[in-house]
């Protein structure tokens, strides 16, 4: 008994390795493991051709496979697009044991459906009348959503209302289905001549019409529409039933519109009927993301006190609001008050929690929750590592970071892209590009895709050592594998090439982003003009400057300064002076630091007239000097032999209430 309970709390855990050790050794000792644990290991290996290995055990031992076995044997078949061996198996359980039930064309119907044989899947819908057993909704939804992805919508309107018929109510899913079958189509902005034939043959809309419409458009976005068919629901005599209400409150929620959402609440009582803890949870969420914490733990008050039983749902959003506008003590507090009642063991809370103190660069607070999650037997999940792992790299404790890898794998989860890619980053910040390489293959060789960040990452490691050919490479390999690298990937790119003042290449990356419908950004065109003040021409970064303005790009500040402080060097302080203009007009706040930058340039060229004029417009600009530049105008101004700036300075200076000592 004890071996077979600790085979099937491994299989439901997902270690499936230590379960099947646990089997071997029951083998050993003559011990025969129970119908539930093999169900359980079945389930997990549905997606291997270990399946088989474990089904012939199950015979082996004497033990007769439920409706459950065959039930999962048959799905996994499906899954690995095994159609004949799907229905010899079908037809072997028939001979050998009983009647079919309806689980096992359910399954069916969904592989043969999931893999585009709808056809296929009718017939068994049509079988099962002829076994005399009766489709449930299950079965009909399944059927629905098959011929909807396939364009049938007619036909899935014939089931539906054969659904009602036969005396099952279309749920949410049901309408969810037909709506997203009609936005698949294009049709939910069709005329409603169009709507009236596909939807109904009638000449007036029925309920399921309604309906669906209403969850097509409000799925859409297009919430007024939504609205707007409620209305004339009403006028027409119609009531809008649970499933009507509950999607226009989540439109008004993921809008914002919280105050209309509790009003549609109360219409919804108004009306007979009884608000569900979906359509509470759906406005606590929204009330947390607007930062109304209070008003969201007064609302789930009274879906408690109205004895609407809830899940962990409304604790997430109530905790999440918290963590994100309030200070963390209250979040820890409310966390607290859940996890100390022992109501309530969610690895999500866990998650949320630990995820905040990482952003607030409290990796201890967060590792010890870690510590507490598996002390009260929580299983943590990918989430969880990720959090971690992410805080260990901010901390630069790598070794500590690549532990939490390994504790993943103790855990049987399996490292996610977001996993490795976090990790490559912070190696390759460290400068350690070997361990960065690494890790991409380890995760190739996990069968784990590398992403477009992923490359990008690479791609910043490989320039940060100046291999720029390399890292060429792999902008060609992410373009081979069909990924569009991002606008990061080529400003690091354009970046280094820059810096190698090969800005021939670099001009041809940004070509190559306009071919392959990347747009520049202002990033871009910042590395851009940097590099050729810096490492090439002037004349060509104004050029380049003036082009861009004429295109109406925006620049940053940045720009801006660059272009000025390579004016000042050049010596063209009239052309300095204009683009300093340009840039207060612009928006851009000005500093004491930017009018520092400019004087001190000016003034290591003994320019000092246009200095003085450059301190000027910073005291007419209303910027005050710091010390540290007057200190560096006043050395200046002594130094030199021109009396009548030195006079012009000191006016200046008492004129706008600061002594010339």
């Not at 709507?195 to 969850?215: A, G, K, S, V, W």
């Not at 373009?479 to 990937?489: F, I, N």
């Not at 000042?568 to 851009?588: P, S, Y």
């Not at 600009?621 to 009396?643: T, Y």
Request: a negative charge.
């Amino acid at each position: 008994m004890v071996w077979d309970m600790l085979a099937f709390v491994y299989c439901r855990a997902g270690m499936v390795h230590d379960a099947l050790i646990v089997l071997s050794n029951m083998k050993d000792l003559y011990i025969r493991p129970s119908i539930m644990t093999y169900n359980s290991l079945l389930h997990n290996l549905r997606h291997t051709d270990i399946m088989w290995d474990v089904y012939t055990d199950i015979e082996a031992n004497g033990i007769r496979p439920t409706e459950y076995t065959n039930s999962i044997f048959l799905d996994g078949l499906c899954r690995q697009s095994l159609i004949h061996e799907a229905i010899a198996f079908l037809r072997e359980i028939e001979e050998k044991q009983a009647e079919p039930c309806v689980v096992w064309f359910n399954t069916l119907m969904s592989g043969f459906c999931r893999m585009g044989f709808v056809d296929i899947a009718k017939s068994f819908f049509c079988m099962m009348f002829k076994y005399g057993l009766i489709p449930d909704a299950y079965s009909y939804n399944t059927l629905i959503h098959g011929l909807c992805i396939s364009g049938s919508l007619e036909e899935a309107l014939d089931f539906t209302n054969d659904m009602v018929k036969q005396g099952l109510e279309p749920d949410e899913v049901t309408y969810n289905i037909l709506a997203k079958g009609f936005r698949l189509l294009g049709m939910m902005n069709g005329t409603w001549e169009v709507t009236e034939r596909m939807l109904h043959r009638e000449q007036n809309p029925d309920l399921l019409t309604y309906t669906i419409l209403i969850c097509g458009h409000c799925q859409a976005g297009n919430v007024e529409e939504g609205f707007r068919l409620r209305d004339e629901m009403l006028s027409k005599g119609f009531q809008l039933n649970v499933m009507s209400y509950r999607v226009l409150l989540s439109s008004l929620c993921k809008s914002g519109r919280i105050n209309e959402a509790l009003s549609l609440l109360s219409e919804v009582e108004n009306v007979g009927l009884k608000p569900d803890r979906f359509m509470y949870s759906m406005i606590i969420h929204g009330l947390c993301k607007l930062g109304e914490v209070p008003k969201a733990i007064q609302l789930f008050k009274e879906m408690c006190t109205k004895r609407i039983i809830h899940n962990s749902f409304p604790h997430r959003s109530v905790l999440l609001g918290l963590c994100e506008k309030r200070p963390i003590s209250e979040a820890r507090s409310y966390f607290n008050m859940l996890t100390n009642s022992d109501c309530i063991q969610d690895v999500v809370l866990y998650n949320i929690m630990i995820d905040r103190y990482i952003k607030h660069g409290k990796v201890g607070e967060a590792e010890e929750l870690y510590k507490q999650l598996l002390e009260k037997g929580i299983a943590p999940t990918i989430i969880t590592f990720n959090s971690l792992i992410n805080g260990s790299c901010k901390a630069g404790k790598l070794a500590d970071a690549r532990k939490w890898l390994d504790g993943i794998k103790v855990h049987n989860l399996v490292p996610s892209v977001v996993t490795y890619t976090t990790l490559m980053n912070a190696f390759c910040e460290a400068g350690n590009l070997e361990a960065t390489v690494e890790l991409l293959e380890e995760m190739e060789a996990n069968g784990l895709e590398p992403n477009q960040l992923t490359y990008s990452v690479v791609m910043k490691g490989l320039c940060n050592q100046g291999k720029l050919e390399e890292s060429v490479a792999v902008l060609k390999g992410m373009l081979a594998k069909g990924l569009s690298p991002d606008q990061a990937s080529y400003n690091a790119l354009i970046q280094c090439f820059c810096e190698a003042r090969d800005l021939n290449r670099a001009f041809q990356l940004h070509d190559e982003m306009v071919k392959l419908n990347i747009r520049p950004n202002r990033g871009t065109y910042t590395i851009l003009i940097n590099g050729l003040c810096v490492y090439g021409d002037l004349d060509d970064a104004e050029r380049l400057f003036s082009f861009l303005q004429d295109q109406h790009i925006r620049f940053s500040k940045v720009v801006y300064t660059t272009l000025i402080k390579a004016n000042c060097a050049k010596g063209d302080v009239q052309k300095a002076m204009v683009l300093f203009r340009q840039m207060a007009e612009t928006g851009f706040e000005i500093s004491v630091k930017d009018y520092s930058a400019v004087v001190n340039r000016l003034c290591k060229r003994s320019l000092l007239k246009d200095a003085i004029d450059f301190f000027r417009m910073m005291l007419v600009g209303g910027v005050a000097p710091d010390k540290q530049l007057c200190s560096v105008m006043l050395d200046s101004i002594n130094r030199g032999s021109d009396f009548t700036l030195k006079f012009q300075f000191y006016v200046l200076m008492i004129k706008f209430g600061f002594g010339p000592g």
